[in-house]
């Protein structure tokens, strides 16, 4: 089934669904997972004849990428149009597990290769990498550059994140870059503070007042659900996602040949690997539609010419319109395919849910200019790739315990304390901790007190085994923690008291990410998490010796008369050996 607008499409779901279930390999813990992605949208690109290594003209507007590597990452990152998305993790940035950038125009003259930075490159350009987290913002505008752009104003923002301990990032994203260009005019005449005149291609619509559009690329861990959003592991796989938010584009402004084509709002492009069979797939789409839903208008001297419903774009190539006076043509919503493949070409979707990757372009646009070739204009370009281990990448819920003291004599008190952290971007909620006490040897205990009262307690003396339950109600805030405490008496005779603390909670009002896509939950919300502490061993000395009463001075005096007398008479028993030899 070819993968069309506005659908889901998971990778041999039939076959996972037909066939008896198989196991799925365990997961891999985030400090030791081998996993990447990246992902790049461009509202804009235009770039005239190419000729070799030789580009005449590159412009770029609301450029976005972000990128993950989590074994570091190494040389550029180019998108099919052979734009830069991330540049070399080197220097300073060697080592480096996420980067993020968000730039709202860059034009270049005579780039010699493509993908050298353009002369206005750091137009707007905002870039982060991690670790440490980091988010690097830029404001400029308005920005003109003679005959080539105009732009009234230009936002990048970029946000990189890595934690220093190797705790998952969960409720936010990884890695996420933004860009908004407002008032977009390309390859003019002249050029002022009021724009361009007669731009071939402009990002504005006098008539509603619409003239802005926004970039978003993300990359995310996400809990391993089907395109459906239902649950199908325990773990966590990687999303990367474009958003974007298309203005009206207008051709030929001022002449006879001016040409509108406006958007649906938001087109999303999405891959996700969760690394379960049957579990990687793609969403491509203007969000939640159905098939009688307008995405597309193109509008010529007022009067609409092609109103495009989402049932018209069907097949390989999507919907052909050809432009007035033989200047073109203009491929709108085609299907998702290969990156650097043509319309025909298919996304990849690996079957065993490991990887997923594809390109689209809302609309691909081709000119002809008297002697003159616009080789390439692409209107919401998208890119994005996802890679995870078999079985997914495992996050823990951080659980730690201590003993005071470490080490008892029998009929002696200790405590341990269990804490609970939240190191992630959401609320835990439903937390229950359990503490699973076992002795070895002639070790026993009973159970003294709890802190808070728990829900659950082993009752009686000498307890060779029990478990202490606490159901805590209040949620957990990111960057908080909690804590509970069990004191225990030593009973029995030598030997030990182990004791293990588990806990389980969910994420919950997730903070940094987009919930979901066509109505479908791609969120850490709803995300079981169990974490257990390191065991905690209490040796159990032997049974205390019992200690005689103290006695007083007239005991000591007792004592020392009787001494005085023993030493009298071995006197005395001295003597009369001597007068009897």
Not at 291 to 304: H, K, S
Not at 371 to 381: C, K, Q
Request: glycine share 12%; hydrophobic share 40%.
């Amino acid at each position: 089934m070819r993968v069309t607008c506005a659908a889901v499409v998971a990778a041999v779901v039939g076959a996972l669904l037909a066939t008896p279930a198989t196991a799925q390999p365990a997961g891999v813990a985030f400090a030791d997972a081998d996993f990447s992605g990246y992902a790049t949208s461009t509202v804009a690109h235009l770039h005239l004849v190419e000729q070799g290594q030789l580009r005449l003209e590159n412009t770029d507007a609301a450029f976005t990428g972000a990128a993950v590597d989590s074994t570091g990452l190494g040389a550029a990152q180019l998108n099919e149009v052979k734009r830069v998305v991330r540049p070399a993790a080197e220097g300073a940035n060697a080592g480096k597990k996420t980067y993020a950038r968000g730039s709202g125009l860059e034009v270049g003259l005579a780039l010699n290769p493509p993908s050298a930075p353009g002369q206005l490159n750091l137009q707007g350009l905002a870039q982060a990498w991690a670790p440490p987290t980091s988010t690097q913002n830029q404001v400029i505008g308005p920005v003109n550059v003679n005959n080539l752009a105009y732009a009234s104003t230009l936002r990048g923002n970029a946000t990189a994140r890595w934690t220093d301990d190797s705790t998952c990032v969960l409720g936010t994203d990884l890695s996420r870059g933004f860009a908004h260009v407002e008032n977009l005019q390309l390859v003019g005449s002249g050029g002022n503070n009021e724009g361009l005149t007669n731009p071939l291609i402009g990002t504005f619509a006098p008539q509603n007042g619409r003239a802005i559009s926004n970039s978003v690329s993300r990359t995310a861990l996400v809990p391993q659900r089907n395109a459906a959003g239902q649950p199908i592991g325990p773990n966590f796989g990687l999303i990367s996602q474009t958003r974007q938010t298309i203005a009206p584009v207008t051709l030929f402004a001022g002449t006879t040949n001016e040409t509108r084509i406006e958007f649906l709002g938001e087109w999303v492009l999405t891959v996700v690997a969760t690394g379960i069979d049957g579990g990687a797939y793609v969403h491509y789409g203007p969000g939640a539609v159905n098939p009688e839903t307008l995405v597309a208008n193109i509008v010529r001297a007022g009067q609409d010419v092609v109103r495009v419903r989402l049932q018209q774009i069907t097949g390989n190539t999507g919907l052909v319109v050809p432009l007035p006076s033989g200047l073109g043509e203009i491929a709108i919503g085609e299907d998702p395919r290969a990156i650097g493949g043509n319309a025909a070409s298919q996304p990849e979707i690996a079957a065993d849910g490991t990887s997923a990757a594809a390109a689209v372009d809302v609309v691909r646009i081709r000119l002809t200019i008297p002697g003159v070739e616009v080789t390439d204009l692409r209107i919401g370009h998208m890119e994005v790739r996802a890679q995870v281990p078999a079985g997914g990448i495992a996050c823990a819920l951080p659980v730690t315990k201590v003993a005071t003291p470490d080490s008892v004599s029998v009929g002696d008190n200790f405590t341990t304390t269990i804490t609970i952290n939240n190191p992630y971007d959401c609320d835990l909620v439903g937390i229950v901790v359990n503490d699973e006490i076992t002795t070895t040897g002639g070790a026993r205990f009973r159970v003294v007190s709890t802190t808070p009262t728990a829900d659950q307690v082993p009752g009686g003396d000498n307890l060779s085994s029990g478990t202490v339950r606490w159901s805590l109600p209040d949620p957990l805030g990111p960057g908080e923690q909690t804590q509970v405490a069990v004191t225990l008496q030593a009973q029995g005779s030598s030997g030990r008291i182990d004791d293990i603390a588990r806990a389980t909670g969910a994420l919950a009002n997730c903070r940094g990410e987009d919930a979901s896509v066509a109505g479908t939950a791609i969120s850490a919300a709803g995300a079981g998490l169990v974490g257990s502490s390191d065991p905690v061993r209490v040796p159990v000395g032997a049974v205390a010796p019992q200690v005689l009463a103290r006695t007083g001075p007239g005991a000591w005096l007792t004592m020392l008369s009787g001494l005085s007398l023993l030493g009298v008479s071995l006197a005395g028993l001295r003597a009369s050996r001597r007068r009897l030899s």
